[in-house]
């Protein structure tokens, strides 16, 4: 009995070691269903060896063993496959050993692993490979079921008291060596469970070790007193570049390294503060120590060690053992030298460049936090880069108070959209002096979240001056050509003025002595014709500063070429040929007749000049649209609508693209000296523009140039072309009272002339207030002719003002010299008072007259 309790016990505790060895299997690890065939197999094994060591009980000399443990727990722990291998084999011994194998005990030796592989299931197997107590339990009620069936078997065979005693005397027999089997056998493979797991730790956990110390680039040591050969771990013999050939191992990863190899390693003059640590150790002096030395490797390379250790004794007073670790520090002092170097680089950049390096925290922006600014901010703001650490608000105080609401408010717009912007702003430093700032900046978020703002902020004041100094420079320049210009426009009117004098005088002064009726009429027309010619002089040189007052009319330019067409042949050689090509069903425009004809004859004489009197000119209209807003090389708007277009075209040599930009220019010109005052295309274009309308100008060299005028169409299109009708004076002033205010002497006298012919009873007046004192004296007039602009207290404006106090009704015609005067609004004049423009035609100044005294209403007196 006891041989087979020793026999049995001993082939469990096999069992436990077999079932161990699976569990800490290092191809094994992690693979699940291998572990549990494995460990199927093994129990099935263990059945096997313990099938062989079996007793003989009862009368009828049964063989009971202690296989009911490792067939249970084959199923619980290997899963299907342990359960049907264990089984397998249980079922196997039997037949090979031709042992008697009845029903009962077929049943048993395939229903005891089921019920290990049930439980499993019921379980849930959460806790494999540990069999907890409740499922122990499980088990053994399990266990205990499965004598059920024989013992029914036993009653329904043998009925008899005495069977039914024995069958229940042996049930009670196997049943108890059943129990003992299993706890013995869940005893002893728990133990290997939980042994296994602990191995699986401490293996998992001395990888993760090894593997820290290898990433981490570290490594182990241990030396034992008065031994040469220290003891270097893999990672030891990674961080100096060894190997472990020649020297003793341990698994084939460690070395023993002598010590004299290793001191050669270490650099001369790390060698000494080395030594010394080292012997202050083994003295027992120094129980902890570490340090840094350099050492050079055997491939050449210079390595950074950190090195830590601690020694220990075995009788408590001098060291016998140093054990400790050595750290690779060279990628982390190759990265602090790199960032010295940057570091210095940023700050020579920093002390080279004309400006300040910031960084500052804007997470608060009305609490702004300097985390860095370059020393060079003494320069610009007088003050030290510490100074603004510890108030940041003295930048705030030295900024130019107009524009720091400005300035913190692109910071904080541009800051929410993380955009970068640059700013120019002005500085008064702590010396007092003005200094301008061009301020560039970035922003970006910080490892916290925080609003980082890096910026450069340049010393731009040498900049700024010198843009004013060349600003000034330009102005004077600007003013010198303006002089230049104003002197070049006065020679070129008084020399067409002189002329023009000189025609009127000479054709005087022959009126004066010559007695032929006839001559009379020619000399009288001649010196009209000169001072008609002299008028739109002047009206040209207002045009040109785009202050003429145009009197616009509806037109048909086509009428307007044919009738242009008539006089080109007297201004033109016979060798210039003029061809029209007129759109039927033209557009009418408003415009200035006077001003249009004379840019026509401009842009005709500017085409006979360029073919050198020799050539085709060629005149053209048409009908165009403007879709979308237009606007041509010179940067001249023109806005979507309707336009009438006049081309003049001639077959010059064409101007060259250098001068395309320039020829509307004042006083640009290409003619000779004396040919021409470069005012025509200046006075053309001023004339379109007051229009509405713009010049085009288009050329290629050996072909020629057309240019084309861009009228507005007129809104409301006459039913017929329009055509100029002349004007008739009203016979029907005879005994019309009119008060006449004129401060020139020979004015005031032709005017006096003319009025009295047409039948106006007029009286004239020097100045304003000499006309209100008459006016008042008399207030019998029926309408006031006056100056504008006149010596005296009241001008035209407010005699007109003063008068129509008193008599409201009064009509008005007021006359100037200039144009700025004839156009003023308020201050006496009303919208339906006439306003003329001096030289004034006879029949202009009488139509006018007759148009105010058309309606006039009697007067209270």
């Given at each position: 009995m006891?041989a087979?309790?020793?026999?049995?016990?001993?082939?469990?505790?096999?069992?436990?070691?077999?079932?161990?060895v699976?569990?800490?299997?290092?191809?094994?690890?992690?693979?699940?269903?291998?572990?549990?065939?494995?460990?199927?197999?093994?129990?099935?094994?263990?059945?096997?060896?313990?099938?062989?060591?079996?007793?003989?009980?009862?009368?009828?000399?049964?063989s009971?063993?202690?296989?009911?443990?490792?067939?249970?727990l084959?199923?619980?722990?290997?899963?299907?496959?342990?359960a049907?291998?264990?089984?397998?084999?249980a079922?196997?011994?039997?037949?090979?050993?031709?042992?008697?194998?009845?029903?009962?005990?077929?049943?048993m030796?395939?229903?005891?692993?089921?019920?290990g592989?049930?439980?499993?299931?019921?379980?849930?197997?959460?806790?494999?490979?540990?069999?907890?107590?409740r499922?122990l339990?499980?088990?053994?009620?399990?266990?205990?079921l499965?004598?059920?069936?024989?013992?029914?078997?036993?009653?329904y065979?043998?009925?008899t008291?005495?069977?039914?005693?024995?069958?229940?005397k042996?049930?009670?027999?196997?049943?108890?060596?059943?129990?003992?089997?299993?706890?013995?056998?869940?005893?002893?493979?728990?133990f290997?469970?939980?042994l296994?797991?602990?191995?699986?730790?401490?293996?998992?956990?001395?990888?993760?070790?090894?593997?820290?110390?290898?990433?981490?680039?570290?490594?182990?040591?241990?030396r034992?007193?008065?031994?040469?050969?220290?003891?270097?771990?893999?990672?030891?013999?990674?961080i100096?570049?060894?190997?472990?050939?020649?020297?003793s191992?341990?698994?084939?990863k460690h070395?023993?390294?002598?010590?004299?190899?290793?001191?050669?390693l270490?650099?001369?003059?790390?060698?000494?503060?080395i030594?010394?640590?080292?012997d202050?150790?083994?003295?027992?002096?120094?129980r902890?120590?570490?340090?840094?030395?350099?050492?050079?490797?055997?491939?050449?390379?210079?390595?950074?060690?950190r090195?830590?250790?601690?020694?220990?004794s075995?009788?408590?007073?001098?060291?016998?053992?140093?054990t400790?670790?050595?750290?690779?520090?060279?990628?982390?002092?190759?990265a602090?030298?790199?960032?010295?170097?940057?570091?210095?680089?940023l700050?020579?950049?920093?002390?080279?460049i004309p400006?300040?390096?910031?960084?500052?925290?804007?997470?608060?922006?009305?609490?702004?936090?300097?985390l860095?600014?370059?020393?060079?901010?003494?320069?610009?703001?007088?003050?030290?880069d510490?100074?603004?650490?510890?108030?940041?608000?003295?930048?705030?105080?030295?900024?130019?108070?107009?524009?720091?609401?400005?300035?913190?408010?692109?910071?904080?717009?541009?800051?929410?959209?993380?955009?970068p912007?640059?700013?120019?702003?002005?500085?008064?430093?702590?010396?007092?002096?003005?200094?301008?700032l061009?301020?560039?900046?970035?922003?970006?978020?910080?490892?916290?979240?925080e609003?980082?703002?890096?910026?450069?902020?340049?010393?731009?004041?040498?900049?700024?001056e010198?843009?004013?100094?060349?600003?000034?420079?330009?102005?004077?320049?600007?003013?010198?050509?303006?002089?230049?210009?104003?002197?070049?426009?006065?020679?070129?009117?008084a020399?067409?003025?002189?002329?023009?004098?000189a025609?009127v005088?000479?054709?005087l002064e022959?009126?004066?002595?010559?007695?032929?009726?006839?001559k009379?009429?020619?000399l009288?027309?001649a010196?009209?014709?000169?001072a008609?010619?002299?008028?739109?002089?002047?009206?040209?040189?207002?045009?040109?500063?785009?202050?003429?007052?145009?009197?616009?009319?509806?037109?048909?330019?086509n009428?307007v070429?044919?009738?242009a067409?008539?006089?080109?042949?007297?201004?033109?050689?016979?060798?210039?040929?003029?061809?029209?090509?007129?759109?039927?069903?033209?557009?009418?425009?408003?415009?200035?007749?006077?001003?249009?004809e004379?840019?026509?004859?401009?842009?005709?004489?500017n085409?006979?000049?360029?073919?050198?009197?020799?050539?085709?000119?060629?005149?053209?209209?048409?009908?165009?649209?403007?879709?979308?807003?237009?606007?041509?090389?010179?940067?001249e708007?023109?806005?979507?609508?309707?336009?009438?277009?006049?081309?003049?075209?001639?077959?010059?040599?064409?101007?060259?693209?250098?001068?395309?930009?320039?020829?509307?220019?004042?006083f640009?010109?290409?003619?000779p000296?004396?040919?021409?005052?470069?005012?025509g295309?200046?006075?053309?274009?001023?004339?379109?523009?007051?229009?509405?309308?713009?010049?085009?100008?288009?050329?290629?060299?050996?072909?020629?140039?057309?240019?084309?005028?861009?009228?507005?169409?007129?809104?409301?299109?006459?039913?017929?072309?329009?055509?100029?009708?002349?004007?008739?004076?009203?016979?029907?002033?005879?005994?019309?009272?009119?008060?006449?205010?004129?401060?020139?002497?020979?004015?005031?006298?032709?005017?006096?002339?003319?009025l009295?012919?047409?039948?106006?009873?007029?009286?004239?007046?020097?100045?304003?207030?000499?006309?209100?004192?008459?006016?008042?004296?008399?207030?019998?007039?029926?309408?006031?002719?006056t100056?504008?602009?006149?010596p005296?207290?009241?001008?035209?404006?407010t005699?007109?003002k003063?008068?129509?106090?008193?008599?409201?009704?009064?009509?008005?015609?007021?006359?100037?010299?200039?144009?700025?005067e004839?156009?003023?609004?308020?201050?006496?004049?009303r919208?339906?008072?006439?306003?003329?423009?001096?030289?004034?035609?006879?029949?202009?100044?009488?139509?006018?007259?007759?148009?105010?005294?058309?309606?006039?209403?009697?007067?209270?007196?």
């Amino acid at each position: 009995m006891f041989a087979f309790i020793l026999q049995s016990l001993i082939s469990l505790s096999l069992a436990g070691v077999l079932v161990y060895v699976a569990l800490t299997n290092d191809y094994l690890n992690g693979k699940e269903q291998r572990q549990k065939a494995l460990i199927g197999l093994c129990l099935g094994v263990t059945v096997i060896s313990l099938s062989m060591i079996s007793i003989e009980v009862g009368p009828q000399r049964i063989s009971m063993n202690a296989v009911t443990g490792p067939l249970l727990l084959a199923g619980y722990l290997g899963g299907p496959v342990g359960a049907f291998i264990a089984g397998l084999c249980a079922v196997m011994f039997r037949v090979l050993s031709s042992d008697p194998m009845p029903a009962v005990t077929l049943y048993m030796l395939l229903a005891i692993p089921s019920l290990g592989l049930a439980t499993s299931y019921l379980k849930g197997g959460r806790a494999w490979p540990q069999i907890s107590r409740r499922a122990l339990l499980t088990i053994w009620i399990g266990y205990c079921l499965l004598f059920i069936p024989p013992l029914l078997n036993n009653l329904y065979v043998s009925p008899t008291s005495s069977s039914l005693f024995q069958a229940v005397k042996m049930t009670l027999i196997f049943g108890g060596n059943g129990t003992l089997s299993i706890v013995v056998t869940w005893k002893i493979l728990n133990f290997a469970a939980r042994l296994a797991d602990k191995v699986n730790g401490a293996n998992e956990l001395s990888e993760s070790f090894e593997l820290a110390m290898g990433m981490s680039g570290m490594g182990r040591f241990r030396r034992e007193k008065g031994d040469p050969r220290p003891f270097f771990d893999e990672g030891m013999l990674a961080i100096y570049g060894l190997d472990n050939t020649g020297a003793s191992e341990e698994g084939g990863k460690h070395g023993f390294i002598p010590v004299s190899g290793w001191d050669k390693l270490v650099l001369p003059e790390d060698q000494p503060e080395i030594l010394s640590e080292v012997d202050r150790v083994w003295r027992g002096e120094q129980r902890f120590g570490r340090g840094e030395f350099r050492a050079l490797r055997p491939d050449g390379s210079v390595c950074f060690i950190r090195a830590a250790w601690v020694s220990d004794s075995k009788n408590g007073e001098v060291p016998t053992r140093v054990t400790g670790v050595h750290m690779d520090l060279t990628d982390i002092r190759e990265a602090e030298r790199q960032n010295r170097a940057s570091q210095e680089r940023l700050a020579m950049i920093a002390e080279e460049i004309p400006g300040v390096i910031m960084e500052i925290d804007m997470t608060d922006i009305k609490r702004p936090k300097p985390l860095y600014v370059s020393p060079k901010c003494k320069e610009i703001w007088g003050v030290s880069d510490h100074e603004i650490y510890d108030r940041p608000e003295i930048l705030f105080e030295m900024h130019d108070p107009e524009d720091i609401d400005h300035f913190m408010g692109l910071i904080e717009t541009k800051g929410a959209e993380g955009k970068p912007f640059s700013h120019r702003y002005r500085i008064t430093s702590r010396d007092g002096s003005n200094r301008w700032l061009d301020f560039h900046c970035s922003f970006s978020k910080g490892t916290d979240g925080e609003v980082l703002l890096r910026a450069v902020q340049l010393d731009a004041t040498g900049q700024v001056e010198v843009q004013n100094q060349m600003q000034q420079e330009r102005e004077i320049a600007r003013r010198a050509q303006k002089f230049e210009s104003i002197g070049q426009l006065t020679g070129g009117v008084a020399h067409d003025f002189n002329n023009l004098l000189a025609v009127v005088l000479g054709n005087l002064e022959l009126l004066r002595d010559d007695e032929e009726p006839a001559k009379q009429v020619q000399l009288i027309d001649a010196a009209i014709a000169a001072a008609l010619r002299g008028a739109d002089l002047t009206k040209n040189m207002l045009a040109f500063a785009r202050k003429a007052p145009l009197e616009p009319v509806k037109l048909n330019l086509n009428d307007v070429v044919r009738e242009a067409k008539n006089w080109m042949g007297r201004a033109l050689p016979e060798s210039v040929q003029v061809e029209t090509s007129l759109l039927a069903g033209l557009w009418a425009i408003d415009a200035d007749r006077t001003s249009l004809e004379s840019a026509l004859l401009n842009l005709t004489l500017n085409a006979r000049d360029a073919m050198n009197g020799k050539g085709n000119l060629t005149i053209e209209t048409a009908n165009v649209r403007i879709d979308d807003d237009y606007i041509d090389s010179r940067e001249e708007e023109l806005a979507p609508g309707r336009y009438v277009m006049l081309a003049i075209s001639d077959t010059g040599p064409g101007i060259e693209k250098e001068l395309l930009a320039s020829i509307f220019e004042p006083f640009f010109t290409t003619k000779p000296p004396g040919v021409g005052s470069g005012l025509g295309l200046s006075m053309t274009l001023g004339f379109m523009r007051q229009s509405g309308g713009t010049v085009q100008v288009y050329s290629e060299i050996g072909e020629g140039t057309t240019f084309k005028l861009y009228f507005p169409a007129a809104k409301d299109q006459p039913d017929t072309p329009t055509k100029v009708q002349s004007i008739k004076v009203a016979e029907a002033t005879a005994g019309r009272r009119l008060l006449l205010a004129e401060d020139e002497e020979g004015v005031r006298d032709t005017l006096v002339t003319i009025l009295e012919r047409a039948g106006y009873l007029v009286t004239a007046t020097a100045s304003g207030d000499e006309a209100f004192a008459t006016f008042v004296a008399d207030p019998t007039y029926d309408l006031l002719l006056t100056d504008i602009v006149m010596p005296g207290k009241l001008q035209g404006t407010t005699l007109a003002k003063e008068l129509r106090l008193r008599w409201t009704d009064l009509p008005v015609i007021f006359m100037s010299g200039y144009a700025s005067e004839a156009t003023v609004h308020g201050n006496g004049l009303r919208p339906e008072d006439i306003r003329l423009m001096k030289p004034v035609r006879r029949a202009d100044l009488l139509a006018a007259l007759d148009k105010a005294t058309a309606n006039l209403r009697d007067r209270p007196t």
